[in-house]
Nanobody, 123 residues
């Protein structure tokens, strides 16, 4: 069964850190570009970060640039999103998604999606 499972979310104070994981089962991530997205209550889903499969090129939304780092460990079939200096506006459900790599970092549509993990930044 093809599946993406996010983990690592939780409640953190402003300025804190979390590391999200996106683990794949039923397929190998080696040939897939991965995107991280988030959706805050009452808002549309937005792209946060992407990473290509072949050369590890990365993209970050301006709102998270310098604070978030995306990385991948193909041996563990997992992609990570390290989130530092978290702000209340980072609150939302975070999703990872996979697209068969065709040379880009990010894609308009993705083949597989996870169920999401909640991140809440609050004092």
């Amino acid at each position: 069964q093809v599946q993406l499972v996010e983990s690592g979310g939780g409640l953190v104070q402003p300025g804190g850190s979390l590391r999200l994981s996106c683990a794949a089962s039923g397929f190998t991530l080696d040939y897939y570009a991965i995107g991280w997205f988030r959706q805050a209550p009452g808002k549309e889903r937005e792209g946060v970060s992407c990473i290509s499969s072949s050369d590890g090129r990365t993209y970050y939304a301006d709102s998270v640039k310098g604070r978030f780092t995306i990385s991948r460990d193909n041996a563990k079939n997992t992609v990570y999103l390290q989130m530092n200096s978290l702000k209340p506006e980072d609150t939302g459900v975070y999703y990872c998604a996979a697209h068969l790599d065709s040379g880009y970092m990010c894609y308009a549509e993705y083949d597989y999606w996870g169920q999401g993990t909640q991140v809440t930044v609050s004092s």
